[in-house]
Structures are given as C-alpha cells and as structure tokens.
C-alpha cells in the first residue's frame, strides 16, 4: 500500500556505504553494514517522497552537494560506531 514512500536519504546513505567499502576494501558483513546504514540513518533528519523526481525538482545543486556532503560526514562517523560494536572483545 505505501511502496512508493520512503526516506530520500536512505539511498544515498546505501550507496555511500558502498562505495566506501570499496574504496577501502575493508571487510564489513552484512550485520556491519546494516548497522552502519541505521547509526547514519538515525543521525539524519527524515525526508519522505514517493519519487526522487519528487525532491530533486525543488531543491537546487548546490543543495544536492550539501546533502551528499552531509551523508558523507554521518557515513564515516556511523563506520567508526559500528566497528567498535562489532570489535572482539
């Protein structure tokens, strides 16, 4: 019934988590990387749309670039949270 709404960041936060990983190739399992995903997520305000065509009609470049910026600052944070969780101890 509700498909078609959801939280804007969460792609961007998925794909940065990505792209991340790779870069680093670092090892992360998939309780890692979703941990990293909600620790991100829950530092970012939220921002329901249907469509992403929905939010990139209203909001201008440089908005875009400081949203990216942005994820890209609760991403690594969530990265370093999320590893000393999954640290042996």
């Known amino acids: ?12 936060v998925f794909e940065r988590i990505l792209i991340v990983k790779k870069e680093r190739n670092e090892p992360m399992d998939q309780d890692c990387i979703e941990d990293i995903a909600c ?3 829950n530092h970012l305000p939220p921002r ?8 990139a009609s ?5 908005e875009l670039e400081q949203l ?17 969780r999954h640290e042996p101890h």
Do not use: T
Not at 58 to 62: A, E, K, L, V
Not at 68 to 84: F, G, T
């Open 48 to 55: 329901y749309i249907r469509h992403y065509i929905d939010l």
């Open 58 to 62: 209203r909001i201008g470049d440089g």
């Open 68 to 84: 990216h910026e942005q994820v890209k600052q609760v991403v690594d944070e969530a990265i370093v949270l999320a590893k000393r």
């Open 39 to 41: 620790i991100a997520l």
């Open 1 to 12: 019934m509700f498909n078609s709404v959801h939280n804007f960041y969460e792609q961007l």
